[in-house]
């Protein structure tokens, strides 16, 4: 057997950053809006967040150690992470055996039936939550309304979503200047003042972590702002065509989980292109699909399908959408 190494060509970029330093990177960044949720929410997005986060580690444990027989990945910080992304996708009051089966499909099927990190073609946290949205759709779908540490985990009040009280006026013929008026105003979704998953009422907390992440260059503004913008494209010329059927932009930015999924869940390493050029497209067409699910779909929430359907179009991203060559030369003419 050869004992050469083979090295690829220069450049070799070097770098220090590790996975489980990313990984705890995105972790700090939630902390203000886990934070929030727990204020809005009380017990029950504590309960719901512990039981994602346990069961995330614990399956990545065992199918490890006694069904793959591999090296053991849960210190890496990735099962954390979608433990903790797919509570913020959860109502908070969603029964706990229900949150444990959608811990065991993100992890056991959507990440280690691929082979563990780096060889899942979905995020994991996405798929979980779209299972269980499916085999779920009472529990996944009955909103608490946010009444501060007060709020019940087992008999809280729930409520419809900003999203869902439109499209079903709109579905009824009931013009939106009425339906706005049973919803909460702007700012008030902004700071987090409706019904909906814990991680989709602190629109500001989000924010500070998206800088947060900016910040610390563990992602790139590429992705977010692709699909944020995209968005606001997209609805503004709906609003503009008819104002009486279709919400403003900003309404759709701030209602719903598109800015945790486009700062959060769209980023995610493995499962997002590798070249900015790629990316802007990745996030367009994911922008696209949400407007496009929320204003003609059956579902008032169109962007963690958005983000799934997505995914499957990275690999072919990669190999046809690649950055110049370094030192390739340039036909002038």
Request: one cysteine or more; glycine letters at 10%; charged letters at 10%.
């Amino acid at each position: 057997m050869s004992n050469l190494l083979n090295i690829s060509p220069s450049p070799h970029i070097q770098s220090v950053e590790t996975t489980k330093k990313l990984m705890f990177g995105v972790v700090l960044a939630l902390i203000p809006a886990f934070i929030t949720s727990v204020i809005y929410f009380g017990i029950g997005a504590v309960i719901v967040t512990a039981t994602s986060i346990v069961s995330c580690l614990l399956f990545e444990y065992f199918i490890q150690r006694f069904i793959l027989k591999k090296p053991l990945s849960i210190n890496d910080g990735s099962a954390l992470v979608t433990g903790l992304l797919l509570a913020f996708n959860l109502p908070s009051n969603i029964p706990v055996h229900i949150v444990v089966i959608g811990s065991l499909v993100s992890i056991g099927i959507a990440k280690m039936t691929f082979g563990g990190l780096g060889n899942n073609p979905f995020n994991p946290a996405l798929v979980g939550r779209v299972f269980m949205l499916i085999s779920f759709p009472v529990q996944m779908t009955s909103w608490p309304v946010p009444e501060g540490l007060k709020t019940a985990y087992t008999d809280a009040i729930t409520g419809a979503t900003p999203l869902a009280i439109i499209k079903e006026g709109i579905k009824n013929g009931e013009p939106l200047s009425q339906l706005m008026e049973k919803i909460p105003t702007t700012y008030q979704m902004f700071m987090g003042k409706m019904a909906g998953s814990m991680g989709e009422v602190a629109a500001f907390a989000l924010i500070l972590g998206f800088a947060y992440l900016l910040y610390k260059k563990i992602i790139t503004w590429h992705i977010p702002v692709s699909i944020l913008g995209t968005v606001a494209l997209f609805t503004t010329i709906l609003w503009l065509i008819n104002p009486e059927t279709n919400a403003n932009p900003m309404f759709h930015l701030a209602a719903g989980g598109v800015l945790l999924g486009a700062i959060y869940m769209a980023t995610d390493y493995v499962t997002s292109p590798m070249n900015p050029k790629a990316m802007i497209i990745y996030g367009c067409g994911i922008g696209f699909l949400t407007v496009i699910i929320r204003v003609f779909g059956a579902y008032p929430e169109g962007v963690s399908f958005a983000i799934l359907i997505m995914n499957a179009f990275v690999p072919l991203m990669n190999t046809y959408i690649k950055p110049k060559r370094f030192g390739e030369e340039v036909n002038h003419g």
